[in-house]
C-alpha cells in the first residue's frame, strides 16, 4: 500500500492559488493519485485524478512529477467555500482493494 | 437512484443495543466500500466489496461488526452489542473503475450514537 503524506492544515486568503502536496514515496506502478474533498456532516467528494504528468478540470489542476512519489493539487482562485479537508489517495483495484485515506489537509479560507 | 444512498442519516442507541446501518450503491457499481469517521478524525477502512464477496474482513475493528451484500447491490454493516467507542460517522462509497483509476462516489453517511 502507498502512504500518502500531507501537510495537517492549510490557510489562505480569497482569490489566491493553493498548492496541497502529496507524498506517496512507494507508490506502485499501477496506482493512480485521486484527490478528494470533504466538508463537515458530507462524505468526501471527488476532485480529480491522475497517473502522470498534468490533468487539469474545471475545479482543480493535479501535477504528477516523472518519479511520481508526489502530486500537487492545485485550486486556482479559492473562495470561502473551498474551506475543506482535502484528501489524497493512492491506489489502484489489482493492487490493492483497501484504498486507505490518509490524514487529509485541512484548508482554511479567509476572506 | 442518482447517488449513494445511506439510512438512517443519524442513528441514537443505548449501549449493549444491536444496530444496521443500509447502503444502496450507485446502480451499477459493482464494488462497494464501508468506512468509519470519528469525529474530527480521517476515514478508516473498514470493508470492501466485489459483486456480493468480501474478499478480507481484517479492517472491521472487532468480531461485534460484520458486513454483508445481496444481490451485488445493497449492503448492510451491523454491529452488535454497541459500545460509546461506536460512536462515529459510518461512510458507505460505490465505485465505477473505467478508464483510468478508481473513482469513489460517497453517500452523506450515517451518524452513529451511542448513548
Known amino acids: 500500500l502507498a502512504k500518502t503524506t500531507q501537510p495537517i492544515s492549510m490557510d489562505s486568503y480569497e482569490g489566491q492559488e493553493v498548492n496541497i502536496t502529496c507524498s506517496h514515496n512507494?507508490?506502485?506502478?499501477?496506482?493512480?493519485i485521486t484527490w478528494y474533498q470533504q466538508f463537515p456532516s458530507q462524505g468526501p467528494r471527488f476532485i480529480i485524478q491522475?497517473?502522470?504528468t498534468k490533468v487539469t478540470n474545471e475545479v482543480a489542476s493535479l501535477f504528477i512529477p516523472a518519479d511520481r512519489k508526489s502530486s500537487t493539487l492545485s485550486l486556482p482562485r479559492v473562495s470561502l467555500s473551498d474551506t475543506a479537508v482535502y484528501y489524497c489517495?493512492?491506489?489502484?483495484?489489482?493492487?490493492?482493494?483497501?484504498?486507505?485515506f490518509g490524514s487529509g489537509t485541512r484548508l482554511l479560507v479567509r476572506p | 437512484g442518482a447517488g449513494v444512498s445511506q439510512s438512517p442519516s443519524n442513528k441514537v442507541t443505548e449501549k449493549g443495543k444491536d444496530v444496521e446501518l443500509r447502503c444502496d450503491p450507485i446502480?451499477?457499481?459493482?464494488?462497494l466500500y464501508w468506512y468509519r469517521q470519528s469525529l474530527g478524525q480521517g476515514l478508516e477502512f473498514l470493508i470492501y466489496?466485489?459483486?456480493?464477496?468480501?474478499?478480507?474482513k481484517s479492517g472491521l475493528p472487532s468480531d461485534r461488526f460484520s458486513a454483508e451484500r445481496t444481490g451485488g447491490s445493497v449492503s448492510t454493516l451491523t454491529i452488535q452489542r454497541t459500545q460509546q467507542e461506536d460512536s462515529a460517522v459510518y461512510l458507505c462509497?460505490?465505485?465505477?473503475?473505467?478508464?483510468?483509476?478508481?473513482?469513489?462516489?460517497f453517500g452523506s453517511g450515517t451518524q452513529l450514537s451511542v448513548l
Open positions: 491522475g497517473y502522470k
Open positions: 512507494n507508490i506502485a506502478t499501477n496506482d493512480y
Open positions: 489517495l493512492v491506489g489502484a483495484r489489482d493492487s490493492s482493494y483497501k484504498l486507505i
Open positions: 466489496f466485489q459483486g456480493n464477496s468480501a474478499p478480507d
Open positions: 446502480s451499477g457499481h459493482t464494488a
Open positions: 462509497a460505490s465505485s465505477l473503475v473505467g478508464i483510468g483509476g478508481e473513482k469513489l462516489f
